[in-house]
């Protein structure tokens, strides 16, 4: 994989579901490109059935994890839904934010930020914007590292991104 999308995501986030189209397209454009999706729900109203027909309903075809606990979103310091962050195999941050500017008009999108960052990786370049603002709905887990003042704790992870999962234990 020359990177990893990792993608907070939640079933009843007004903000995640007017994107989740545009994420089952790129996820189905980009696997053929060497790029690896993978969302994380980490919300604990939801459950693991609810987060599995959400994928099916919106044809993601790219892993769908259920993060029990919160564990990873607390790892990542993931604060809103959806909030992406793209990691090279070795598991450096090159991006971390939004998807657009936009998630409820998407064919008036100017700032494809996750799309630059992505074509920026394919092409050997750097990411123009390598951070952006992401917005959505408040993750809860996010809210205990936030009092405590973490921002952002960065994950080394063996090739090919495997280690997004080890994230758990």
């Not at 007004?14 to 989740?20: E, L, T």
């Not at 996820?27 to 109203?45: L, W």
């Not at 987060?51 to 993060?67: C, I, Q, R, S, T």
Request: glycine share 10%; charged share 25%; net charge positive.
């Amino acid at each position: 994989s020359k990177a990893v999308v990792v993608i907070f995501d939640a079933t009843k986030c007004p903000y995640a579901i007017g994107y989740k189209g545009r994420v089952a397209d790129m996820g189905k454009e980009y696997v053929g490109k060497g790029v690896t999706f993978v969302t994380i729900n980490s919300n604990k109203t939801e459950t693991a059935a609810e987060v599995a027909e959400d994928a099916k309903k919106y044809g993601f075809a790219f892993p769908v994890l259920k993060d029990e606990g919160n564990k990873v979103a607390d790892l990542y310091a993931a604060q809103k839904t959806p909030e992406i962050y793209v990691l090279d195999p070795k598991g450096t941050l090159l991006y971390r934010g939004r998807i657009d500017e936009t998630h409820d008009d998407p064919k008036n999108v100017k700032s494809p930020d996750l799309r630059n960052a992505l074509e920026a990786i394919l092409s050997g370049k750097p990411v123009p914007v390598a951070e952006t603002k992401a917005f959505g709905m408040q993750l809860l887990a996010s809210r205990r590292l936030v009092e405590r003042g973490v921002r952002f704790i960065q994950i080394q992870h063996g090739a090919g991104g495997a280690g997004v999962w080890d994230a758990h234990g």
